[in-house]
């Protein structure tokens, strides 16, 4: 089994700055995709940005130029610095990571818990 935990989330200014870890540990031999998605209240959760085992990088629309996903793979963490933070941005952010457990068994899905990201107008 592998285990998220998430840190970095908290209460921010329009146009502010946040910066949210995800560290992930327990049994794993392999961490292939890790992605940040979120969920604002009364909407689904969303595709956020996501980074490859080859460092490729994906982002949703609303967030390039704003957003940057990194890994630090010593560490089994993902990162998710956020810069202009808007109001809409407000949201339940939920790091993901697609690992295996040994080198047998296949990938499974992981989700953290959850850390709220609040951005005040």
């Known amino acids: 089994q592998v285990q998220l935990v998430e840190s970095g989330g908290g209460l921010v200014q329009a146009g502010g700055s946040l910066r949210l870890s995800c560290a992930a540990s327990?049994?794993?031999?392999?961490?292939?995709?890790m992605a940040w998605y979120r969920q604002a209240p009364g909407k689904q959760r969303e595709l956020v940005a996501a980074?490859?085992?080859?460092?490729?990088?994906d982002y949703l629309d609303s967030v390039k130029g704003r957003f940057a996903i990194s890994r630090d793979n010593a560490k089994n963490t993902v990162y998710l610095e956020m810069n202009s933070l808007q109001p809409e941005d407000t949201a339940v952010y939920y790091c993901?990571?697609?690992?295996?457990?040994?080198?047998?068994?296949?990938?499974?899905?992981?989700w953290g818990q959850g850390t709220q990201v609040t951005v005040s107008s």
């Open positions: 993901n990571v697609v690992a295996a457990s040994t080198w047998f068994s296949g990938t499974n899905v992981y």
């Open positions: 980074i490859t085992t080859g460092e490729s990088t």
């Open positions: 327990g049994s794993i031999f392999r961490i292939n995709a």
